[in-house]
C-alpha cells in the first residue's frame, strides 16, 4: 500500500518543480519574516505583506516577463505563496498578473520600460476595472477617457459615486500605477472601453493631482492587502498612457482599432482576467493543501479515548473524522489534476481554441475556490477548539477562500457564463457531445462510475436546453426563462462539465503514469472521488432513473469502504501535498504540547524564533 512520496509530488506539482523547491527553501531560510503574527495593528499587517512580497520580488521567483518566457511559472509562484500568507498571495496577484499583466499584453514598445520597474516593486501597481456600480457587469462602467487633440491627453474622470474605482487591491497605501478601463471619446465618439495606464501617487508616495484615494477598512480576511477607492477628477495623462496593442490615436488624433465591435474589445483588454482566474485557483488549491495538512497532523497526534476509556487513540482513527476529511482530500488532489490541465491548456493556447479555454477558465476557479472555503470550514471544524484560534491557521484561510470566490468574477456568475457558452457552443455545432447509455456494469466499479458521472452532465444539458425551449415557446424572454426560472439548472450543468473535466485529466495522468505505486494510490483516490460525486448528487441519479434504489444503497455503502482502505496511507498523501514541514506553522501540526508549556498569547515569534 506503500507509493514513492517524492513521484507524487512531482505529478501533482506539474510544472516548474525545481523553482517550487527553491521558493519554499528560500521561505526556510527566511522564516523570521514569513512567521504569522496575530495581535498586530492594520498597517503592521500591510507593511508585513509587502516586505514579504518584496523579498520574494528581490529573489525572482516570480517575474512579469514570465508571461513570455514561462507562463507557467506564475501559477506555481501563487501555488507556493498560497500555502504561506493569504495577504501577501494577493498583493502578488495584483502586482504580476492583473497589473504587470496587462502592461505586457496590451501595451507596446513604449510601455515596455515600466517593466523592469514592475518587478523590482518601483511601480507598485493596480487594476482599475471595477466600479461601486458596475462589478459582474463592467461593460457598463461610467468611468470616462476623453481625448483632448489641442494638448494630445487623455482626461480621465470619475462621473459620479457609482462610478469610483472599487476594491482596487494596492491602491490603499501602496500603489502608484493603476490601469483604468474606460469608456472612451474621441471628438465625441463613443469608442467603447480601453485600457490606461494612470499615475496616482508620486515617486515621495503623495497623492497624484486630481486623484483621490479612500480607504477600505477592515475585512474579514487577508488584512495585509490595502483595498481602496479612487476617484479621478479630469486627471490628464499623456496620449501615449493608453495600452495600445488593439487601439490608439493617431497623430492627427484620430482613433483607430484592430477590433470594430466596442464588446469584443472589451473582452479582449479584460482577457487578463482569465490568467487572474487561474492565479485565484492556484492560490486556492495551495491554501487548500495548508488547512488539509494542519487538520491531518493534528489529527493523527491528538490522542483521545479509546476501547480502554484511556487516550490513547488517535482522532485520526476515528470514522467520524476519516469520513469528514478523506473524501475532501479526494477532492482536493483531483482538483488540482484538473487545475494542470487547464493551465497547461492556456498556456499552450492554438488559434480557434480560444471559446474553449475561457470556458476553462471560467469553471475551474469556481470549483477550486468553493473547495478551498469547503475544506477549511470542515478542517476548522474536526479540529475542535484548537481550529478556533488564530494561530492554528484556519481562520486567514476561511477569509482566503471567501476572497476567491469573489475575486475575478463571482462563482456564480463565472459558472452561468460557462454554461451559456457551451449551448451556445452546442447550438452552432461546434461542440458535439455522443450519446450515452447508462453502465450495464456494477456501479461499484469506477468504470461505471466514470460513465454515470458523463451522462449527468449530458443529461443535465438536455434537460436545460428543452426546458429553456419551453418556456421561450410560451411566449416568455429569455433573461426571464435563464435568471428566474432555471437558475439551478444552469449552475448544476457547469459544475458537471467542470467534474467531468477533471476526472478526463486524472484519467489521462493514469494512463501516461508509470510508477505503479503512484498509480495505485491516484487511482483510490479517483475511485472515492467519482464515488464522493455520486452521493452528494444522488438526488438527481434518483429523479433522473439513472441509478436505482438498490444501486444508490451500494454508493451509500462504498464511500466509507473507501475511505477505510485509503485511511492507512492518508498521511502519505498529505506529506505528497508538497508543503513543507517549516511552511506548516500551525501549532497543532507541530509539538503542540511544547508550544503550551509558556504563556504563548497565541503567537509564533517567542516559540519559533
Not at 466600479?131 to 494630445?152: P, W
Not at 502608484?176 to 472601453?193: D, N, R, S
Amino acid at each position: 500500500m506503500s507509493f514513492n512520496i517524492s513521484r507524487f509530488t512531482h505529478v501533482l506539482e506539474h510544472d516548474n518543480q525545481d523553482r517550487r523547491a527553491q521558493y519554499k527553501k528560500f521561505v526556510k531560510d527566511n522564516l523570521d519574516l514569513f512567521l504569522p503574527r496575530f495581535d498586530v495593528s492594520l498597517r503592521f499587517e500591510r507593511e508585513i505583506a509587502l516586505e514579504r512580497l518584496k523579498r520574494v520580488a528581490e529573489a525572482g521567483f516570480i517575474s512579469v516577463y514570465d508571461f513570455e518566457r514561462n507562463p507557467l511559472n506564475v501559477f506555481a509562484a501563487h501555488e507556493v505563496s498560497g500555502m504561506i500568507d493569504p495577504s501577501y498571495t494577493t498583493k502578488m496577484t495584483v502586482q504580476w498578473n492583473l497589473f504587470g499583466g496587462t502592461v505586457i499584453k496590451l501595451g507596446t514598445q513604449r510601455h515596455r520600460k515600466y517593466l523592469p520597474e514592475i518587478d523590482n516593486l518601483n511601480a507598485i501597481g493596480c487594476f482599475g476595472l471595477t466600479e461601486l456600480g458596475y462589478g459582474n457587469n463592467a461593460v457598463e462602467m461610467e468611468t470616462t477617457a476623453h481625448f483632448d487633440s489641442a494638448t494630445n491627453e487623455w482626461i480621465i474622470h470619475t462621473p459620479s459615486t457609482l462610478a469610483q474605482k472599487y476594491w482596487i487591491t494596492n491602491s490603499a497605501v501602496h500603489a502608484k500605477w493603476t490601469v483604468v478601463f474606460a469608456q472612451t471619446f474621441v471628438h465625441g465618439k463613443h469608442e467603447g472601453i480601453n485600457v490606461f495606464l494612470v499615475r496616482i501617487r508620486n515617486e515621495d508616495m503623495s497623492v497624484a493631482p486630481g486623484v483621490r484615494i479612500e480607504e477600505m477598512g477592515v475585512k474579514m480576511g487577508c488584512n495585509g492587502v490595502d483595498n481602496g477607492k479612487l476617484w479621478f477628477d479630469h486627471v490628464r495623462i499623456p496620449a501615449e498612457n493608453i495600452l495600445n496593442k488593439y487601439a490608439d490615436v493617431n497623430a492627427d488624433g484620430t482613433f483607430r482599432s484592430t477590433i470594430q465591435s466596442r464588446r469584443a474589445r472589451f473582452l479582449v483588454v479584460a482577457d487578463q482576467l482569465l490568467s487572474g482566474r487561474l492565479c485565484i485557483a492556484s492560490m486556492g488549491i495551495g491554501s487548500t493543501k495548508k488547512v488539509l495538512t494542519v487538520a491531518f497532523r493534528y489529527a493523527a497526534s491528538r490522542l483521545t479515548v479509546g476501547p480502554t476509556g484511556k487516550s490513547d487513540t488517535p482522532i485520526l482513527d476515528y470514522q467520524l473524522q476519516q469520513n469528514a476529511l478523506i473524501p475532501l482530500l479526494a477532492q482536493t488532489v483531483c482538483l488540482n489534476f484538473g487545475l494542470n490541465y487547464v493551465k497547461r491548456r492556456w498556456a499552450n493556447k492554438k488559434e480557434g481554441e480560444h471559446e474553449e479555454i475561457v470556458r476553462l477558465c471560467c469553471v475551474i476557479k469556481p470549483i477550486v475556490t468553493w473547495n478551498q472555503e469547503r475544506v477549511a470550514s470542515v478542517c476548522r471544524e474536526r479540529c475542535g477548539g484548537q481550529g478556533y484560534l488564530s494561530v492554528n491557521e484556519f481562520g486567514p484561510h476561511i477569509g482566503f477562500s471567501h476572497a476567491g470566490m469573489t475575486a475575478e468574477g463571482d462563482n456564480s456568475v463565472l459558472m452561468q457564463k460557462v454554461t451559456k457558452e457551451l449551448l451556445a457552443g452546442i447550438d452552432s455545432g461546434a461542440i458535439k457531445y455522443p450519446t450515452l447509455s447508462p453502465p450495464t456494469s456494477d456501479i461499484t466499479t469506477l468504470d461505471a462510475q466514470i460513465q454515470l458521472l458523463r451522462l449527468r452532465e449530458t443529461t443535465q444539458i438536455g434537460n436545460l436546453r428543452k426546458n429553456v425551449a419551453t418556456g421561450l415557446k410560451s411566449g416568455k424572454k429569455m433573461f426571464e426563462v435563464w435568471m428566474k426560472e432555471q437558475s439551478d439548472s444552469v449552475q448544476a450543468v457547469a459544475r458537471a462539465f467542470g467534474e467531468r473535466v477533471t476526472i478526463d485529466e486524472v484519467l489521462r495522468v493514469l494512463g501516461e503514469e508509470k510508477d505503479a505505486g503512484v498509480k495505485d494510490i491516484i487511482t483510490r483516490i479517483l475511485h472515492l472521488y467519482t464515488t464522493y460525486l455520486l452521493n452528494t448528487h444522488i438526488a438527481f441519479f434518483l429523479t433522473s432513473r439513472l441509478v436505482s434504489l438498490d444501486d444508490a444503497s451500494k454508493l451509500e455503502a462504498l464511500q466509507p469502504k473507501l475511505v477505510k482502505n485509503l485511511a492507512p496511507v492518508a498521511m502519505d498523501v498529505i506529506k505528497g501535498l508538497g508543503v513543507a514541514d517549516w511552511m506548516v506553522f500551525a501549532p497543532i501540526a507541530n509539538d503542540w504540547e511544547t508550544y503550551n508549556k509558556d504563556d504563548n498569547k497565541g503567537e509564533l515569534i517567542k516559540s519559533r524564533l
